[in-house]
């Protein structure tokens, strides 16, 4: 055996005793070499020493592009990479990767995700917190009463509901006919939503919120679908609501939170913070409705179909510009190679054809591949999927030391405390979260009050 065979056998097996460090085992091992060989045969006349940040990602958005690659496959190659320079050739600029968000943001889309699952041709699909036994059981009502189902889905999208609302509701539904096998809808009514509530409450013991979703749903069904209004329906036995205040981070917590996090996910969170924008309207945001000249954000579209504008923090505009500028150069290689196109609602498609692969409509957190899109097969990126971020935030806060149950809607909660405490007034706030009812941001004004009405504890005396 030459010298030179000796060196990259030696390398191979320190590279495959890495990849097993890292918790990959056989046989899975190999294909981490063939994405590592992929790599270094793509750069044939450029020593490993030599390559830079650029060379990693230009290789792992031209693989993005691929047809036949699934997410998993894809996240395998980033790995790969991530040890071959992190652990082997250890060149100072590995460290500036985003691993992370390469990982995380390749994740496809399911065909009923609320971002696309309306365009979709067949009904919403069952919650996926069900059990196996009650989504067997959903299926068959679903299938028994079709046409019920598809006159209730058209109600609920001529009323312009959101997506995850129809979930809920059909899901509703199909358990109250299931409750009550072999009668009809029609012949049901008042008695027996009284009886499946009261059976919600005493024997599933659900919360309060989940059964008013319930008698929610079938009052819609009664009245909207089979015009058949409950009409009163008396003091049926209610769900107790417990008295909970959201979970708020002090400025200390944030800021402890936020040093953790960084690349891509850092500023998704930073933003959550710094405007008190919901996890899918960051994650949904485009790239029109960011005004730099103005220091605004138009959130568009938000929770019940309403567009908003929040400030958009100076401390993080020099970031999002140069975020920006990587996207777009991304968005400029996917024109070239044909799949520049980004996903639009039917209507907008429509009416605007050629904005589906303008830069103003680009996702400003867009995915990390490109994927097929499960409707109408066009390859698309679309944006990085929210439980990346979600999973992100619960590590990062973890690793700040901080006990609390954090998740990404304590941002949005922490952002409006923070924002009552600077003497803002209620209504501000009010708009700036997006609620229909200022009782709703009422509640963040309970953090704020001392127990007991200011009294000191005698311990403090």
């Known amino acids: 055996m030459t010298k030179?065979?000796?060196?990259?056998?030696?390398?191979?097996?320190?590279?495959?005793?890495?990849?097993?460090k890292g918790g990959v085992n056989k046989p899975f091992d190999r294909w981490y070499v063939i994405r590592a060989e992929e790599y270094i045969k793509a750069h044939p006349d450029k020593r490993l020493q030599d390559h830079d940040r650029n060379d990693v990602e230009r290789w792992l958005m031209v693989l993005g592009r691929e047809n036949s690659l699934k997410s998993w496959q894809?996240?395998?190659?980033?790995?790969?990479?991530?040890?071959?320079?992190?652990?082997?050739?250890?060149?100072?600029?590995?460290?500036?990767?985003?691993?992370?968000?390469?990982?995380?943001?390749?994740?496809?889309?399911?065909?009923?995700?609320?971002?696309?699952?309306?365009?979709?041709?067949?009904?919403?699909?069952?919650?996926?917190?069900?059990?196996?036994?009650?989504?067997?059981?959903?299926?068959?009502?679903?299938a028994k009463h079709s046409q019920l189902m598809k006159k209730l889905i058209a109600g609920l999208r001529m009323g312009h509901y959101a997506y995850r609302t129809e979930q809920s509701y059909s899901d509703w539904v199909c358990r109250?006919?299931?409750?009550?096998?072999?009668?009809?809808?029609?012949?049901?009514?008042?008695?027996?939503?009284?009886?499946?509530l009261e059976y919600l409450a005493l024997q599933r013991k659900v919360a309060s919120s989940?059964?008013?979703?319930?008698?929610?749903?079938?009052?819609?069904?009664?009245?909207?679908?089979?015009?058949?209004?409950?009409?009163?329906?008396?003091?049926?036995?209610?769900?107790?609501?417990?008295?909970?205040?959201?979970?708020?981070?002090?400025?200390?917590?944030?800021?402890?939170?936020?040093?953790?996090?960084?690349?891509?996910?850092?500023?998704?969170?930073?933003?959550?913070?710094?405007?008190?924008m919901r996890l899918m309207e960051?994650?949904?945001?485009?790239?029109?409705?960011?005004?730099?000249?103005?220091?605004?954000?138009i959130v568009r579209d938000g929770k019940g179909q309403k567009d908003r504008v929040v400030p958009l923090p100076e401390k993080?505009?020099?970031?999002?510009?140069?975020?920006l500028d990587q996207i777009h150069k991304i968005h400029a290689e996917d024109l070239i190679q044909g799949v520049g196109r980004v996903y639009l609602p039917e209507a907008l498609q429509r009416k605007y054809p050629a904005a589906a692969q303008e830069w103003g409509w680009q996702y400003v957190f867009p995915s990390s591949r490109v994927s097929i899109d499960p409707r109408s097969g066009e390859k698309r990126r679309?944006?990085?999927?929210?439980?990346?971020?979600?999973?992100?935030?619960?590590?990062?806060?973890?690793?700040?030391?901080?006990?609390?149950?954090?998740?990404?809607?304590?941002?949005?909660?922490?952002?409006?405390?923070?924002?009552?405490?600077?003497g803002y007034d209620i209504r501000t706030v009010q708009e700036l979260l997006g609620h229909a009812d200022v009782s709703t941001t009422m509640i963040y004004t309970h953090v704020l009050n001392k127990p007991g009405l200011g009294v000191r504890s005698p311990l403090d005396y």
């Not at 030179?4 to 097993?20: C, G, P, S």
């Not at 500036?96 to 699909?125: C, F, M, Q, S, V």
Request: hydrophobic fraction near 45%.
């Open 210 to 276: 989940t059964q008013n979703q319930a008698l929610n749903a079938l009052v819609f069904l009664y009245e909207k679908v089979l015009e058949q209004p409950l009409g009163e329906l008396g003091p049926f036995a209610r769900a107790k609501r417990p008295r909970r205040l959201p979970v708020v981070l002090s400025r200390d917590e944030v800021r402890r939170l936020l040093a953790e996090m960084d690349g891509t996910f850092g500023l998704m969170a930073q933003l959550m913070y710094g405007t008190g």
């Open 74 to 142: 894809f996240r395998q190659a980033v790995h790969a990479m991530q040890i071959l320079f992190c652990e082997m050739v250890q060149p100072v600029w590995a460290a500036d990767i985003d691993w992370d968000h390469w990982k995380d943001a390749a994740r496809d889309l399911e065909p009923d995700h609320a971002t696309i699952g309306r365009e979709g041709t067949n009904l919403p699909r069952s919650s996926t917190t069900a059990s196996a036994t009650e989504q067997s059981t959903l299926q068959e009502t679903r």
């Open 4 to 20: 030179k065979a000796e060196l990259v056998e030696r390398f191979w097996d320190r590279f495959i005793a890495l990849v097993h």
């Open 176 to 196: 109250f006919l299931a409750y009550f096998p072999g009668k009809d809808p029609l012949q049901m009514g008042n008695r027996e939503v009284f009886s499946f």
């Open 316 to 323: 993080i505009a020099e970031a999002l510009i140069n975020h």
């Open 282 to 297: 960051v994650v949904r945001l485009r790239v029109k409705d960011i005004d730099f000249d103005y220091g605004q954000i």
């Open 382 to 422: 679309h944006h990085l999927h929210e439980n990346g971020l979600q999973k992100k935030i619960k590590v990062c806060a973890a690793k700040a030391g901080i006990v609390k149950q954090v998740n990404s809607h304590a941002l949005r909660h922490s952002f409006a405390t923070h924002v009552l405490e600077a």
